[in-house]
């Protein structure tokens, strides 16, 4: 689990290690993401980094779970990158997490291939570790 830049790393992790033991990632509320796109620079794509860290077969079958505040729409709620390409993810953290995801899945279903991300919203919850957290919590 990992909120905010935690999110982040999450994310991170679940696509491009594939090597790695984890069993469920929850990404909540992070700030950008790393899209399924080669021609996008990293962080934000896979431009710039080696290809073999990027299986789509293992990061689309891993427990991924975008975990998203329903209320974390406002910039001012922590500090939100708000670099070029970190806006045409979208305008805030909610949109972001929402884009990545149909993103992932759409690149899954282009390539045939199963895909185990989920998509989990909060109602009422802005960009509040200490709620995204039991959230989280009950999704474990």
Do not use: C
Request: no cysteine; glycine share 10%; aromatic share 8%.
């Amino acid at each position: 689990f990992g909120h905010a830049a935690g999110g982040q790393f999450v994310q991170r992790m679940a696509m491009l290690a594939p090597a790695s033991r984890m069993g469920t990632g929850i990404a909540a509320n992070a700030g950008s993401y790393t899209f399924p796109d080669r021609d996008v620079a990293f962080p934000y794509g896979l431009r710039g980094i080696d290809v073999s860290v990027f299986d789509p077969a293992k990061a689309y079958r891993r427990r991924l779970v975008i975990l998203l505040g329903a209320n974390d729409t406002d910039a001012d709620q922590g500090v939100l990158d708000e670099s070029a390409p970190a806006m045409r993810q979208g305008q805030h953290r909610l949109e972001r997490g929402q884009t990545l995801f149909n993103a992932a899945r759409a690149a899954a279903a282009e390539n045939a291939l199963p895909f185990a991300w989920e998509l989990e919203t909060v109602p009422g919850v802005g960009h509040e570790n200490a709620k995204m957290s039991a959230a989280a919590a009950d999704l474990l």
